[in-house]
């Protein structure tokens, strides 16, 4: 066989591609291996026929060619530097692999660039993104979460250093926990529980209580919205008992508001009160700062929460709360405030004050709307009973 006879059509095996790329034909190939053999003491031999065979993956009457004797096994994987399985594959195998290695390679240089810098840097990017989320809705910033969730994953699971690698989860984890609610509030609960499956898990490998319990409590949220309230209250049990005294008092006060909005979702009025009552002792006085999960909870914003749950158990009080709270409550939180009204309207309405619970019905489909918020457009949905 000539040199241009071998090389009609597209080699069937990574052997004979590699032969090719030392533009040898099979007779020079197989007189290099027994020169090779011969330099470095290898027993093995092979042929030109046996060449032929292999490279075609068949015997000239079509039957399956057998594995080489293990002693041309070993000649041929030290002269070509690669398994004998990866030698006899098609060779886009290879071409894959190859790529694959790249790939590696790529994402594991990126990893090491990594420094407190960029942390930084993409910590600002996750306050810049919630600023929108809770202005603008879920709809505007919830595709640049999701990619930067991804990017984080890609981050995490390549970098070597151990406490690069923890930030990087933390980052993980909060932005996990904004993709879950931004996908319960757009009303797809099932991606939502899997953004805060990611959360969790990254969560664990912070070694950080406060960002597990977090990441824990805000998938009982979901639980909630299944109709699946005293999961959530067991779940909200568990981060509390489990956080006490190790995470700050704000996370602590955060956890006994979600524990007292699950209670009062589960019908248990007297525990519920109870939990919030909780909540208002441990708030700290100053919350503009704090370590570890981000949670939105001062005085105003644990009124509202208090309203909602009093207005979920049928309490006249809500209605008082609320309004304190509407009052005071910061005009950039669009979507707390589209759910604070669909509570002064249950509330109202349950009241009896149709007029008000209508007025205030109106505004939050008005602003559910604006912002995309098919969890807040569902309640108030369910309000039209009430309202006729």
């Given at each position: 066989?000539?040199?241009?006879?071998?090389?009609?059509?597209?080699?069937?095996?990574?052997?004979?591609?590699?032969?090719r790329?030392?533009?040898?034909t099979?007779?020079?190939?197989?007189?290099?291996?027994?020169?090779?053999?011969?330099?470095?003491g290898?027993?093995?031999?092979?042929?030109?026929?046996?060449?032929?065979?292999?490279i075609?993956?068949?015997?000239?009457?079509?039957?399956?060619?057998?594995?080489?004797?293990?002693?041309?096994v070993?000649?041929?994987?030290?002269?070509?530097?690669?398994?004998?399985?990866?030698?006899?594959?098609?060779?886009?195998?290879?071409?894959?692999?190859?790529?694959g290695?790249?790939?590696?390679?790529?994402?594991?240089?990126?990893?090491?660039?990594?420094?407190?810098e960029?942390l930084?840097?993409?910590?600002?990017?996750?306050?810049?993104v919630?600023?929108?989320?809770?202005?603008?809705?879920?709809?505007?910033?919830?595709?640049?979460?999701?990619?930067?969730?991804?990017?984080?994953?890609r981050?995490?699971?390549?970098?070597?250093?151990?406490?690069?690698?923890?930030?990087?989860?933390a980052?993980?984890?909060?932005?996990?926990?904004?993709?879950?609610?931004?996908?319960?509030?757009?009303?797809?609960v099932?991606?939502?529980?899997?953004?805060?499956?990611?959360?969790r898990?990254?969560?664990r490998?912070?070694?950080?209580?406060?960002?597990e319990?977090?990441?824990?409590?805000?998938?009982?949220?979901?639980?909630?919205?299944?109709?699946?309230?005293?999961?959530?209250?067991?779940?909200?049990?568990?981060?509390?008992?489990?956080g006490?005294?190790?995470?700050?008092?704000?996370?602590?006060?955060?956890?006994?508001?979600?524990?007292?909005?699950?209670?009062?979702?589960?019908?248990?009025?007297?525990?519920?009160?109870r939990?919030?009552?909780r909540?208002?002792?441990?708030?700290?006085?100053?919350?503009?700062t704090?370590?570890?999960?981000?949670?939105?909870?001062?005085?105003?914003?644990?009124?509202?929460?208090?309203?909602?749950?009093?207005?979920?158990?049928?309490e006249?009080?809500?209605v008082?709360?609320l309004s304190?709270?509407?009052?005071?409550?910061?005009?950039?939180?669009?979507?707390?405030?589209?759910?604070?009204?669909?509570?002064?309207?249950?509330?109202?309405?349950?009241?009896?004050?149709?007029?008000?619970g209508?007025a205030?019905?109106?505004?939050?489909?008005?602003?559910?709307?604006?912002?995309?918020?098919?969890?807040?457009?569902?309640?108030?949905?369910?309000?039209?009973?009430?309202?006729?």
């Amino acid at each position: 066989m000539t040199a241009s006879d071998q090389r009609e059509g597209s080699p069937r095996t990574v052997l004979e591609l590699k032969i090719r790329q030392r533009n040898q034909t099979l007779a020079e190939f197989a007189t290099a291996a027994e020169e090779f053999a011969r330099t470095f003491g290898e027993p093995g031999s092979i042929s030109e026929r046996h060449l032929k065979r292999l490279i075609a993956g068949c015997k000239s009457d079509g039957s399956p060619v057998g594995r080489p004797r293990p002693a041309t096994v070993r000649l041929l994987e030290r002269m070509l530097d690669l398994t004998i399985d990866e030698l006899l594959s098609p060779p886009d195998t290879l071409r894959r692999a190859d790529t694959g290695d790249v790939e590696l390679k790529q994402q594991l240089s990126a990893a090491r660039r990594v420094n407190a810098e960029i942390l930084t840097l993409i910590h600002d990017q996750l306050n810049t993104v919630r600023h929108l989320d809770r202005q603008l809705g879920a709809t505007t910033a919830h595709d640049e979460v999701a990619i930067k969730i991804r990017q984080l994953m890609r981050l995490r699971s390549h970098s070597l250093t151990p406490r690069i690698r923890e930030r990087l989860a933390a980052l993980l984890a909060e932005f996990g926990t904004l993709a879950g609610w931004q996908a319960l509030d757009m009303g797809s609960v099932a991606n939502a529980w899997q953004f805060y499956e990611q959360a969790r898990d990254a969560a664990r490998e912070t070694e950080d209580v406060a960002f597990e319990v977090h990441s824990a409590a805000e998938q009982a949220f979901v639980l909630i919205e299944v109709n699946e309230a005293a999961s959530a209250v067991e779940l909200l049990h568990n981060a509390e008992r489990r956080g006490q005294r190790v995470i700050s008092p704000l996370l602590q006060s955060w956890l006994a508001a979600a524990h007292g909005e699950a209670l009062a979702a589960d019908g248990k009025r007297s525990a519920s009160l109870r939990a919030f009552d909780r909540a208002s002792t441990l708030l700290p006085t100053d919350v503009s700062t704090m370590d570890g999960p981000f949670v939105v909870l001062d005085p105003v914003h644990l009124a509202r929460w208090r309203g909602h749950a009093l207005a979920r158990i049928g309490e006249p009080e809500a209605v008082d709360v609320l309004s304190s709270a509407l009052n005071c409550l910061d005009p950039t939180f669009t979507r707390a405030e589209a759910g604070l009204r669909v509570d002064l309207a249950t509330a109202f309405l349950a009241m009896g004050e149709r007029e008000q619970g209508r007025a205030h019905a109106a505004r939050a489909r008005t602003l559910a709307a604006e912002i995309g918020s098919v969890r807040q457009q569902r309640r108030i949905a369910q309000l039209r009973e009430l309202a006729s």
